[in-house]
């Protein structure tokens, strides 16, 4: 009765007990796998969210001005610049007369001091003086006195001069070479137009606009 039952049955594949263990082992290996890969994706978001953090923000944020800082910059530049504009410089139409120091060649110092001190006791130094010591105060203060000299013959013609005023000066002088009494010797502008006549004794200072 059982043969005959049998042979009545569609042949089917028997699947046999070490088979079906392993299709389980390699379900639990499929799941295992995915658990593994979703813990290391789940680890590396982290990762992903700290770089976002750092990363600059979008324009237009309201956390992040980027517009703001450029226009702080260009408005303090704007403001340095004109505070650190440099002066304008001494503009000298000198002359000399025919008759000039008895016919003799004037020496002519326009000094610029950057020096405080030196500025105090300048105003009342003859050109004697400074001419008798024009080297030692040259030594002496260096790069906070500049000195400009010329020397001319009488009744030279004498071209426009123009003298570049560096930032922090004190104040300006200027010596001439008479040997005839006075002082022979002024405080000029720092800077602007100035016309000095070298004459006979003496010469003479005009400030003009």
């Known amino acids: 009765m059982f043969d005959t039952l049998d042979l009545g049955m569609p042949n089917r594949p028997r699947r046999s007990r070490a088979g079906a ?16 890969l979703t813990s290391c994706a789940g680890t590396k978001k982290p990762a992903k969210i700290a770089s976002q953090a750092t990363a600059p ?4 944020s309201k956390v992040a001005k980027p517009p703001a ?15 650190t504009l440099a002066p304008s410089p001494l503009d000298l139409k000198t002359s000399i007369a025919a008759d000039a120091n008895n ?6 110092d326009v000094v610029l001091i ?8 300048a105003p009342s130094m003859t050109a004697k003086d400074w001419f008798g010591q024009k ?6 203060y260096r790069n906070k006195l500049i000195v400009n000299s010329w020397e001319w013959a009488p009744g030279q013609p004498i071209n426009p001069i123009v003298i570049r005023v560096p930032r922090g000066l004190n104040g300006a002088m200027v010596f001439a070479s008479y040997p005839s009494p006075g002082t022979h010797s ?24």
């Open 135 to 140: 080297q030692d105060l040259e030594r002496r």
């Open 69 to 83: 800082a450029p226009a702080k910059k260009g408005i303090l530049k704007a403001i340095v610049s004109r505070l």
């Open 57 to 60: 923000p979008a324009a237009g």
């Open 114 to 121: 950057k020096d405080k001190g030196l500025w105090k006791t």
């Open 21 to 36: 263990f392993i299709g389980r082992d390699k379900t639990a290996l499929v799941l295992l796998l995915c658990l593994s």
């Open 186 to 209: 002024a405080p000029i502008p720092k800077g602007g137009k100035v016309a000095i006549a070298l004459k006979q004794d003496d010469f003479t200072l005009e400030i003009l606009k």
């Open 103 to 108: 016919n003799s060649p004037v020496e002519l």
